[in-house]
């Protein structure tokens, strides 16, 4: 990783250019507030993987997130992303500690493990144009109940597995 370890707070002023790099903060336990500013462009993979911060908001500049760029952050509880940004779901928030979030219109694809064990989430909003939940996407998640768009013609395998108390519309 390319982080400082003990960074424990990150300000708009600490990130320079339009992109956070793959595994930028990866495995930096201190950090705990982001502070995003509004010309970064892209947060890439893993970006933020391992890190024990709480809340962020993607700012709309952003057009790109990677995969894992949040996964194992067990203390992110609140998240806003990005109306039109492109998100790679794969592994997004695999074992965060996410609550609800609205994943951007335009996504086709909710991913391999994007919210696989996360057990304090309890709501999904899923765009119309999502048309496929890949594998695990929502195995041992939290999930009490989430309405699938109509236009979706694909649920891989296990995609709801373990989730209890579930309720599909």
């Known amino acids: 990783p390319l982080c400082v370890k003990q960074i424990s707070t990150l300000e708009e002023n600490r990130i320079f250019g339009s992109v956070i790099r793959n595994r930028g903060f990866d495995d930096c336990q201190e950090l705990k507030t982001i502070k995003l500013h ?10 933020f993987k391992n890190t024990n911060i709480e809340e962020i908001v993607i700012p709309d500049s952003v057009q790109e997130i990677g995969k894992y760029a949040f996964a194992y952050t067990k203390n992110l509880k609140h998240i806003t992303l990005p109306a039109q940004c492109k998100v790679n779901t794969f592994g997004l928030f695999l074992e965060s500690a996410i609550e609800s979030i609205r994943i951007p219109e335009g996504t086709t694809t909710i991913d391999q493990d ?20 890949n594998l695990y996407a929502f195995f041992r998640s939290g999930i009490r109940s989430i309405t699938l768009p109509e236009g979706l013609r694909t649920i891989g395998g296990c995609s709801f597995a373990e989730a209890k108390d579930i309720e599909i519309t």
């Open 38 to 47: 509004d010309n970064l462009e892209k947060i890439g993979i893993g970006a």
């Open 114 to 133: 994007a919210f696989r064990e996360t057990h304090a989430l309890r709501h999904v909003d899923i765009p119309s144009t999502v048309t496929s939940i």
